[in-house]
């Protein structure tokens, strides 16, 4: 099995909970570190989702993001099925920007 760490995906969140990384078919991956970049002048409130976008697929919620600041959620083992999805939304807005970091194993 051939295991690879790269950048998994990179965007920027909106208030409306939206899959950010679908592990591909055949494929598990571990999400250890997402970085929240806020390039707006209010802070922000994030919450992710693992496995899904409803409400009881949230694993964390209120994390709260400085205005022009950045959060780094790190030493995370957050695992993503093959076509399993990791979401997120923030409060309000489209100025959060999330990085994910991680390794593909397939």
Partial sequence: ??????????????????????AGAGVT????????ANTGTTDRIVSLYQ???????MIATGVKV??????????LKIVVAATQVLA?????????????FGVEEA
Avoid at 51 to 57: M, V
């Fill in 66 to 75: 400085p205005n022009g600041g950045s959060v780094c959620l790190g030493d």
């Fill in 1 to 22: 099995m051939a295991v690879s760490a790269k950048r998994l995906a990179q965007s920027a969140l909106s208030a409306t909970v939206t899959a950010r990384y679908t």
């Fill in 88 to 100: 997120a939304k923030q409060d309000v807005g489209t100025d959060i920007t999330m990085t994910l």
């Fill in 51 to 57: 496995g899904g976008t409803a409400t009881t697929n």
């Fill in 29 to 36: 991956a571990q999400i250890t570190e997402i970085w929240l």
